[in-house]
């Protein structure tokens, strides 16, 4: 089966949007975890508009799963998942203040930057996943630095989905076999859903892990919590 990593970040934004702590950020993670989702995702960015750097040293001694920290590698980021060690850490090229994460890693052009946290995290035994786009050549080189996973970014899949998903499909399917066939884990994640999530994880069933976040959150609001994330495992079964 491959595992569903909850993305909490919208949990956060709500919380944020009022002041106080409602709703709690490290309950919602721990009734995430006790609903069955397989690991907990969280994305701080600088300006703490959602998940707040305190908020991850406190999910750290909390997350009985994995806990997988996501984000741009500037020093404040670094120095945050050297302390907190994460069972994984995926790095992704968006700017500090981009809306939402919208495209990967050039890794070719990012090759010794890349390389240098991939084995300054690696010295920590923290997992490390790039996040890529369903290009041969970036995985190729995510390859070459050392990276255990890629993450793959699936925004232009779910897009294309409901005018022909065989096609939509097709590239990701060749950018996962390769990375299969070069020694790294792949991982996904933005954009999946009810709709589109079990076709994608069929078509690649030897996915490590899906990140899932806003969609899960959105359609919580309908179903619940704890029904919402095993509709989703069950798309990946």
Same mark, same amino acid.
């Given at each position: 089966m491959i595992n569903l990593s909850v993305n909490i970040n919208k949990v956060a934004t709500l919380r944020n949007s009022r002041g106080g702590n409602m709703p709690d %950020?490290?309950?919602v993670a721990q009734d995430c975890e006790r609903f069955g989702a397989q690991g907990i995702t969280v994305h701080p960015r600088p300006d703490e508009r959602h998940i707040r750097y305190d908020d991850v040293y406190k999910l750290k001694s909390l %997350?009985?799963? !994995?806990?997988?920290? !996501?984000?741009?590698?500037?020093k404040p980021f670094v120095d945050l998942v050297l302390k907190v060690r994460p069972n994984q850490v995926t790095l992704v090229p968006d700017a500090p @203040?981009?809306?939402t994460s919208d495209a990967g890693w050039k890794t070719k #052009?990012?090759?010794d930057r890349l390389s240098e946290l991939v084995d300054l995290f690696t010295e920590k035994s923290i997992r490390t996943s790039l996040f890529v @786009?369903?290009?041969? !050549? @970036? #995985?190729?080189?995510a390859a070459k630095t050392g990276a255990d996973r890629v993450e793959l970014y699936t925004g232009p899949y779910a897009s294309q989905y409901a005018l022909d998903r065989d096609a939509a499909i097709a590239p990701f399917v060749r950018a996962a076999g390769?990375? /299969? /066939?070069?020694g790294m884990g792949v991982n996904a994640g933005h954009d999946l859903s009810l709709e589109n999530l079990a076709f994608f994880a069929s078509e690649i069933d030897w996915l490590e892990e899906v990140s899932i976040g806003h969609a899960l959150v959105c359609d919580a609001l309908y179903f619940g919590l704890e029904k919402?994330?095993?509709l989703y495992k069950a798309c990946l079964m």
């Open positions: %950020v490290q309950k %997350v009985s799963t !994995e806990l997988n920290i !996501e984000g741009y590698p500037g @203040d981009a809306l #052009i990012h090759f @786009d369903a290009s041969e !050549e @970036d #995985i190729e080189w390769l990375a /299969r /066939r070069l919402t994330i095993n």
